[in-house]
């Protein structure tokens, strides 16, 4: 043992996000809906494969990955695939052969940035990854469908992480704060938890650099971010009432206040997921029929956002916020299915026999499926036939309108129905 060797092993010197990390599940914060599944069991029964975790800076795609180490007993290797070669890959390999074969330990290999690896360094991979010489664990913010080798993708399961919710985050904070001894306001961490979009080392890293001074306060914070820490508060009565007033605008058809909201938004740090979804939804509810090239263009922008991110992403919004809030309007669709909603909680109407399931044997015995007419089989494929259950026969849930392209659904709904 070396003079220095207790210093270099105590855990103070390590950065705040590190001395935090977690080192079991019971400890590990968000993406319960991964950890409640199949992986969540893989992970406790010690029997993980190859994997990708992709997702945001922060997410703990590093933590779960020394997590399942530590789980599995298996010797944790990690580099960083912008500053590792194939020369590296050879030794690694070398010692994980040699840890199998004398100790029975496997080796699970952690690589970084995953995605910076050429496709050299990647098929250099596959023969261990195969055989199960190394587990590989990929870590990425890149979509490893575009990033990461067909065959190596092949023999790997990749693991979407989400980012961290506010309150995900919060409860990191309030670990540390616990852990560390610090003296904090609920509201300081309350902004720390908002300003971290997501991103768990950020959080943590904001916290230490707050924690030079006697009390992380709303004011230290004010010092340590400046003009970042805004006036729109993703967590309180601003937030919704510019998210309110973004979809009212959208509706109304006023594209001017429509992007001024969705400034407004992506100004204050707003989930860029947030601003999309409510997109989505008012091409379904507000646009609908009159327009249904307004949909499939807000499931397009949603995609695109994720995969491009900030700054790009405030361009392909704006497509989307300003297409929609010019499309004709209505909300037929949606009150159908408010309607029928409503029928259906307050009543049990059968399906008709002729429409029931005739997939099984002895179905035509119950007479289901008699008297069915095949539509394709009729002039301009349609005959008329009771779809509707007998007491609801006359029922009317969609009403089309005239706008835009609803205007053809109402004619051609008429034409065969009056």
């Given at each position: 043992?070396?003079?220095?060797?207790?210093?270099?092993?105590?855990?103070?010197?390590?950065?705040?996000?590190?001395?935090?990390?977690?080192?079991?599940?019971?400890?590990?914060?968000?993406?319960?809906?991964?950890?409640?599944g199949?992986?969540?069991?893989?992970?406790?029964?010690?029997?993980?494969?190859?994997?990708?975790?992709?997702?945001?800076?922060?997410?703990?795609?590093?933590?779960?990955?020394?997590?399942?180490?530590?789980?599995?007993?298996?010797?944790?290797?990690?580099?960083?695939?912008?500053?590792?070669?194939?020369?590296?890959?050879?030794?690694?390999?070398?010692?994980?052969?040699?840890?199998?074969?004398?100790?029975?330990?496997?080796?699970?290999l952690?690589?970084?940035?995953?995605?910076?690896?050429n496709?050299?360094?990647?098929?250099?991979?596959?023969?261990?990854v195969?055989?199960?010489?190394?587990?590989?664990?990929?870590?990425?913010?890149?979509?490893?469908?575009?990033?990461?080798?067909?065959?190596?993708?092949?023999?790997?399961?990749?693991?979407?992480l989400?980012?961290?919710?506010?309150?995900?985050?919060?409860?990191?904070?309030?670990?540390?704060?616990?852990?560390?001894?610090?003296?904090?306001?609920?509201?300081?961490?309350?902004?720390?938890?908002?300003?971290?979009?997501?991103?768990?080392?950020?959080?943590?890293?904001?916290?230490?650099?707050?924690?030079?001074?006697?009390?992380?306060?709303?004011?230290?914070?004010?010092?340590?971010?400046?003009?970042?820490?805004?006036?729109?508060?993703?967590?309180?009565?601003?937030?919704?009432?510019?998210?309110?007033?973004?979809?009212?605008?959208?509706?109304?058809?006023?594209?001017?206040?429509?992007?001024?909201?969705?400034?407004?938004?992506?100004?204050?740090?707003?989930?860029?997921?947030?601003?999309?979804?409510?997109?989505?939804?008012?091409?379904?509810?507000?646009?609908?029929?009159?327009?249904?090239?307004?949909?499939?263009?807000?499931?397009?922008?949603?995609?695109?956002?994720?995969?491009?991110?900030?700054?790009?992403?405030r361009?392909?919004?704006?497509?989307?916020?300003?297409?929609?809030?010019?499309?004709?309007?209505?909300n037929?669709?949606?009150?159908?299915?408010e309607?029928?909603?409503?029928?259906?909680k307050?009543?049990?109407?059968?399906?008709?026999?002729?429409?029931?399931?005739?997939?099984?044997?002895?179905?035509?015995?119950?007479?289901?499926?008699?008297?069915?007419?095949?539509?394709?089989?009729?002039?301009?494929?349609?005959?008329?036939?009771?779809?509707?259950?007998?007491?609801?026969?006359?029922?009317?849930?969609?009403?089309?309108t005239?706008?835009?392209?609803?205007?053809?659904?109402?004619?051609?709904?008429?034409?065969?129905?009056?």
């Open positions: 043992m070396d003079l220095f060797s207790n210093v270099n092993d105590d855990r103070k010197f390590l950065p705040l996000a590190e001395r935090m990390r977690p080192q079991t599940l019971r400890d590990f914060a968000g993406q319960m809906e991964i950890l409640r199949a992986l969540g069991k893989m992970i406790a029964e010690g029997q993980t494969p190859s994997l990708i975790f992709f997702g945001p800076p922060g997410t703990g795609k590093t933590t779960l990955a020394k997590i399942i180490a530590n789980t599995t007993d298996a010797n944790f290797v990690k580099i960083n695939a912008a500053l590792s070669g194939i020369g590296e890959l050879r030794g690694i390999v070398k010692e994980a052969e040699e840890r199998r074969k004398f100790y029975r330990k496997r080796t699970i952690f690589i970084d940035e995953i995605h910076r690896f496709k050299g360094q990647q098929d250099f991979l596959l023969p261990y195969e055989d199960g010489r190394i587990t590989l664990i990929g870590a990425t913010t890149e979509n490893p469908f575009f990033e990461v080798n067909a065959a190596l993708l092949s023999r790997m399961k990749i693991v979407r989400s980012k961290l919710t506010v309150a995900d985050i919060k409860k990191i904070l309030l670990r540390a704060v616990d852990a560390e001894n610090f003296s904090a306001e609920e509201r300081a961490l309350d902004i720390i938890a908002d300003f971290a979009d997501g991103d768990a080392r950020m959080a943590l890293n904001l916290l230490e650099q707050a924690a030079f001074t006697e009390k992380i306060s709303v004011e230290t914070l004010r010092e340590l971010l400046g003009e970042k820490i805004r006036r729109y508060d993703k967590g309180g009565d601003v937030h919704y009432d510019t998210a309110s007033a973004f979809i009212k605008s959208m509706r109304g058809s006023d594209a001017d206040a429509a992007i001024f909201y969705l400034a407004k938004m992506i100004d204050g740090g707003e989930d860029l997921n947030f601003i999309a979804r409510r997109i989505v939804i008012c091409a379904a509810e507000d646009v609908g029929n009159a327009d249904p090239q307004a949909l499939i263009l807000a499931n397009a922008a949603a995609q695109a956002v994720q995969f491009v991110g900030l700054p790009e992403a361009i392909i919004l704006a497509q989307a916020v300003t297409y929609i809030a010019g499309a004709p309007k209505s037929a669709a949606y009150l159908a299915i309607r029928a909603l409503a029928d259906v307050t009543s049990d109407d059968e399906v008709p026999n002729h429409l029931r399931d005739t997939s099984y044997k002895g179905a035509k015995t119950f007479g289901h499926g008699v008297g069915y007419k095949y539509p394709h089989d009729f002039d301009n494929h349609f005959v008329r036939q009771q779809y509707l259950p007998d007491k609801k026969i006359s029922a009317r849930y969609y009403e089309p005239t706008q835009g392209a609803e205007a053809a659904i109402k004619r051609q709904l008429e034409n065969l129905w009056r």
